[in-house]
């Protein structure tokens, strides 16, 4: 069946630090990939999105590519500020469905 | 995109009891609405796909008659945690399908004594 596999967190960086938050996905066909933010006493906000292979969501200095050959959809940006900090769920949706699968969720701490 | 909100946003109930989390569209008018759960530091599962005027679909494994869902009308969705039980404790989010996106709440802690 389909899945979402991502990296166990917390993630705990300095401000101005890299970031790169791991998703694999196992799906049949070609889905859309998604990753969501959960901001503290908020609910999930799409971040960005990519519909098909080699396509690249972004938003917010955030960036993804959706790599069909390893499965994959990472999460990175280049320069982390503490406004940041929250919880981020990679996710698919497979076929016609409006269906969405979830991650476990990362949980990113900026620290000052 | 649509503004989605939950009532309440943390309820405590005692085993045996029933408790109703309400999922409201704001802005929007929403015909098919979702209900998930999150256990801590776990994904969401889907439990249902609440469609306005119709009886709701459930995921595999989700008791529909323990969870009941009601969609009367296109701003609202009810979720009724029937005779409680402490391992229904647990976080409960809803979302609004709109122009091809979900919009999810806050979401509602439920625990249950």
């Known amino acids: 069946g389909n899945s979402v596999t991502q990296m166990e967190g917390p993630v705990t960086l300095s401000e101005e630090a890299f970031l790169t938050i791991n998703c694999t996905y196992t799906?049949?066909?070609?889905?859309?990939l998604f990753w969501y933010v959960q901001y503290p006493g908020e609910g999930l906000q799409l971040l960005l999105k990519?519909?098909?292979?080699?396509d690249k969501g972004s938003n917010k200095g955030f960036e993804a590519t959706y790599r069909k050959e390893t499965t994959s959809f990472h999460l990175e940006k280049g320069s982390v500020q503490v406004s940041d900090s929250a919880v981020y769920f990679c996710?698919?949706?497979?076929?016609?469905?409006?269906?969405?699968?979830f991650g476990s969720g990362t949980r990113l701490l900026v620290r000052p | 995109g649509a503004v989605v909100s939950q009532h309440p946003s943390w309820v405590i109930c005692k085993s045996g009891t029933s408790v109703k989390i309400e999922c409201r569209s704001l802005?929007?008018?929403?015909?098919?609405m979702f209900w998930y759960r999150q256990f801590p530091k776990q994904s969401l599962m889907l439990m249902a796909t609440?469609?306005?005027?119709?009886?709701?679909?459930?995921e595999q494994g989700v008791e529909k008659d323990k969870f009941l869902i009601n969609h009367a009308s296109l701003t609202l969705s009810t979720l009724t945690v029937t005779s409680a039980h402490p391992e229904d404790s647990s976080f409960y989010i809803c979302?609004?399908?709109?122009?091809?996106?979900?919009?999810f709440g806050p979401g509602t802690r439920l625990t249950v004594t």
């Open positions: 979302s609004v399908l709109g122009e091809g996106e979900q919009y």
């Open positions: 799906a049949t066909g070609y889905p859309s």
């Open positions: 990519a519909t098909k292979a080699d």
């Open positions: 996710a698919l949706r497979a076929g016609s469905s409006y269906k969405l699968i």
């Open positions: 802005d929007f008018q929403a015909t098919t």
């Open positions: 609440s469609n306005e005027g119709s009886k709701a679909t459930y």
